[in-house]
T-cell receptor, first 115, second 112 residues
């Protein structure tokens, strides 16, 4: 089945130690998104790629970066994680968005813990 | 700006009860509206969508109607099951924008 896969499901890192989360997709969608979801809250968009074009949300901290080496893969890099960055990180994809009808397809998320 | 307001949870129901989860929105233009469901420990799954006024989205016994006059998209199900226990998110997507704007989510607990 075509899907969005996130690895790992659970990630533990130390305060200030860089960490990378990965997302891959077999849907061949040209848009990929990263969301941060803290406990009992709505997902919050961090940034997205439209093909190779990177689109950052205005309030995304500089500590968060992303890379998309090809259509299938997208990475979330947290340069110096703080305790406040502990959250579930969700990757999503969608087809070209000239049509607002296109839904986003989500992976199961990576739960990040900071020691 | 765009926003989505959902009723606060948790909503606790007995099996086979009728479900309504209220959702209202604020947006310019004519957004598309979505309901997503999140089961424990998982990502979000699209439940249903509606793209224009008076459209009704439906899936797995759930329904929601896009009401432009009341800017609402309430989720309903006639008879809930224990397996419906999850968090439900209402979301909108404005024309020309790629991002979804989510409501805060409503936790549903169905008891046997």
């Amino acid at each position: 089945d075509a899907m969005v896969i996130q690895n790992p499901r659970y990630q533990v890192t130390q305060f200030g130690k860089p960490v990378t989360l990965s997302c891959s997709q077999t849907l061949n969608h040209n848009v990929m998104y990263w969301y941060q979801q803290k406990s009992s809250q709505a997902p919050k968009l961090l940034f997205h790629y439209y093909d190779k074009d990177f689109n950052n949300e205005a309030d995304t901290p500089d500590n968060f970066q992303s890379r998309r080496p090809n259509t299938s893969f997208c990475f979330l890099d947290i340069r110096s994680p703080g305790l406040g960055d502990a959250a579930m990180y969700l990757c999503a994809t969608s087809r070209s968005s000239s049509d607002s009808n296109q839904p986003q397809h989500f992976g199961d998320g990576t739960r990040l813990s900071i020691l | 700006g765009n926003s989505v307001t959902q009723m606060e949870g948790p909503v606790t129901l007995s099996e086979e009860a009728f479900l309504t989860i209220n959702c209202t929105y604020t947006a310019t233009g004519y957004p598309s509206l979505f309901w997503y469901v999140q089961y424990p420990g998982e990502g979000l799954q699209l439940l249903l969508k509606a793209t224009k006024a008076d459209d009704k989205g439906s899936n797995k016994g759930f329904e929601a109607t896009y009401r432009k006059e009341t800017t609402s998209f309430h989720l309903e199900k006639g008879s809930v099951q224990v397996s419906d226990s999850a968090v439900y998110f209402c979301a909108l997507k404005r024309t020309g924008r790629r991002a979804l704007t989510f409501g805060s989510g409503t936790r549903l607990q169905v008891q046997p």
